[in-house]
Each structure stands twice: as structure tokens, then as C-alpha cells.
């Protein structure tokens, strides 16, 4: 026991038990496949800014999301290209590719999901059996 300032200080001895941790280290998950290509590449992902200048209003806007800037779905005017149907509707087209990416995109993070289990999957999406073969 120590006085310091008028106050009273116990000095409490070192601890002499370690206690375990409840759980193990969790494991470091695989690598996805487009970090094993960048890793091997030398790919470092660069930092970018939240915001961008939007050319069209003449304001800082957002990359991504609410209020963006450069929002190529806001536009009302689409020129068609003299390669395409004038009657088609480029709206919709651009729509339906957008929404193609997006599909590719979740079906490539399955993918990645599924390989990290260590799951054989087809191009299709089917789930590859080892066990079951037949001999027929």
C-alpha cells in the first residue's frame, strides 16, 4: 500500500494464471479466386474516394448509391446506334444488361462461396456429386 497525492494505491501482485480462450483461433478463410489471380498479379487494391465530380449538375456527388454522380440511369436521351433496330427499345435493353451483371455477379459469389467449402459446382449451378456414379 502507497500514498500518492493524498490518495491510497495497493499494488496488486502480478497475475500468475493465463486463461485459455474459449473457442479456438478461427481459421483463416480461402482465397477467392479473383484474390489468388490479384495476390499472384501483384495487384494491390487502391483506395478510392467516396465522392466524384458529377460534369452534368456541376457538383461533387456520391461514387456509389444514393444521390450518385454521373447516374447513367437518370438519363432521358439515348442515342441509337445506326447498327440497331431504331425501334428497339435501348432502355430496356441497357436495363436487361444491367440486370444480366448483376445475376453473373451473384452466381460467380456462390461460386466463390461454394469453392471455399470445398463443393464441386458446374457451370449450370448443379452441385457435382463424388459419391453417387453409376455403372450403367
Not at 2 to 26: F, G, S, Y
Not at 62 to 86: C, F, H, I, Q
Amino acid at each position: 500500500i502507497e500514498r500518492h497525492d493524498n490518495a491510497i494505491v495497493a499494488k496488486l501482485p502480478d497475475a500468475k494464471t493465463i486463461v485459455p480462450r474459449e473457442k479456438p483461433v478461427p481459421k483463416p478463410k480461402p482465397l477467392t479466386k479473383w484474390q489468388k489471380f490479384a495476390q499472384s498479379k501483384g495487384i494491390v487494391k487502391q483506395k478510392k474516394s467516396k465522392f466524384v465530380w458529377d460534369e452534368q449538375k456541376k457538383e461533387w456527388g456520391r461514387r456509389y448509391g444514393y444521390k450518385k454522380a454521373n447516374d447513367e440511369s437518370k438519363v432521358w436521351l439515348m442515342e441509337v446506334p445506326t447498327s440497331a433496330d431504331p425501334n428497339e427499345d435501348q432502355f430496356a435493353k441497357k436495363s436487361a444488361a444491367k440486370k444480366e451483371r448483376v445475376a453473373k455477379n451473384e452466381f460467380q459469389r456462390l461460386k466463390n462461396i461454394a469453392r471455399a467449402n470445398k463443393i464441386n459446382v458446374r457451370n449450370d449451378g448443379a452441385i457435382i456429386n463424388k459419391k453417387s456414379t453409376t455403372n450403367d
